[in-house]
T-cell receptor, first 109, second 113 residues
Framework: QQPVQSPQAVILREGEDAVINCSSS?????VHWYRQKHGEAPVFLMI?????EQKGHEKISASFNEKKQQSSLYLTASQLSYSGTYFC??????????FGTGTQLKVEL | DVKVTQSSRYLVKRTGEKVFLECVQD?????MFWYRQDPGLGLRLIYF???????EKGDIPEGYSVSREKKERFSLILESASTNQTSMYLC????????????FGPGTRLTVL
C-alpha cells in the first residue's frame, strides 16, 4: 500500500516555508524523499533510517517518527528552484521502495 | 557523471504488439528498477532486479515481464501491449543490498493505440 502524502499541492511565495508529510500504514525501516521537476527524472533528496541516521543534501531537512510511521520534509526560505513534485518512498527493509502519490509544490515570486 | 539511459523518450505502439523498453546504467549498480508513473498515482514499482538473472515482482507486475542478462542492462517487456499500459516508464538503479539512493533515467513515454 502506498504511503499517503499531504498536502497534495501547495503554492508558496518565495521565502516562505513549507512542510510535506508522509504517512505509512506499515512499519518502516526507512523513508526516502525525491523531487521531480516538470519533464525531468526524479532526483534524490534524502534518506532517513530507523534509528535516526540520515543521508542527504545539506539544505534539506526532514524528520522520521518511527512510532507513528510518519516522516516530514521541511522546506525553509523557499526558492523558485524548489518547485516540483515531491515524492516520499517507504521501505520495510530490503530493496523494495513504495512511493506515495506526490505533493506538487509551486513557488512564486 | 552517473548515468541511467533509456532507449527511447517517446514510443507509440499498437494494441497487441510486443514492446521492449531498455535501460542501461554505467555505475556498476547491483539493483535496477522499473516504475510506471501516472497522474495522481505517483511512481508504482513494476519489477526490480538485485543481480544478473534475478528479478522480483513489484506492486503492479501484471502484463509485464523483465530480463537482466547483463549487470548494466534491464529490460521491461510488454508481451501484448494494451491501451491501459499507456504511461510514463521510469528506470532506476541503486547500489548495495539495502535500499539506497536511486538514480533515475529520463523516462519513456509509451502510447498504446
Amino acid at each position: 500500500q502506498q504511503p499517503v502524502q499531504s498536502p497534495q499541492a501547495v503554492i508558496l511565495r518565495e521565502g516562505e516555508d513549507a512542510v510535506i508529510n508522509c504517512s505509512s500504514s506499515k512499519a518502516l525501516y526507512s523513508v526516502h524523499w525525491y523531487r521531480q521537476k516538470h519533464g525531468e527524472a526524479p532526483v534524490f533528496l534524502m534518506i532517513l533510517l530507523k534509528g535516526g541516521e540520515q543521508k542527504g543534501h545539506e539544505k534539506i531537512s526532514a524528520s522520521f517518527n518511527e512510532k507513528k510511521q510518519q516522516s516530514s520534509l521541511y522546506l525553509t526560505a523557499s526558492q523558485l528552484s524548489y518547485s516540483g513534485t515531491y515524492f516520499c518512498g517507504s521501505s520495510g527493509g530490503g530493496n523494495k521502495l513504495t512511493f506515495g502519490t506526490g505533493t506538487q509544490l509551486k513557488v512564486e515570486l | 557523471d552517473v548515468k541511467v539511459t533509456q532507449s527511447s523518450r517517446y514510443l507509440v505502439k499498437r494494441t497487441g504488439e510486443k514492446v521492449f523498453l531498455e535501460c542501461v546504467q554505467d555505475m556498476d549498480h547491483e539493483n535496477m528498477f522499473w516504475y510506471r508513473q501516472d497522474p495522481g498515482l505517483g511512481l508504482r514499482l513494476i519489477y526490480f532486479s538485485y543481480d544478473v538473472k534475478m528479478k522480483e515482482k513489484g506492486d503492479i507486475p501484471e502484463g509485464y515481464s523483465v530480463s537482466r542478462e547483463k549487470k548494466e542492462r534491464f529490460s521491461l517487456i510488454l508481451e501484448s501491449a494494451s491501451t491501459n499500459q499507456t504511461s510514463m516508464y521510469l528506470c532506476a538503479s541503486s547500489q548495495g543490498f539495502s535500499i539506497g539512493e536511486q538514480f533515475f533515467g529520463p523516462g519513456t513515454r509509451l502510447t498504446v493505440l
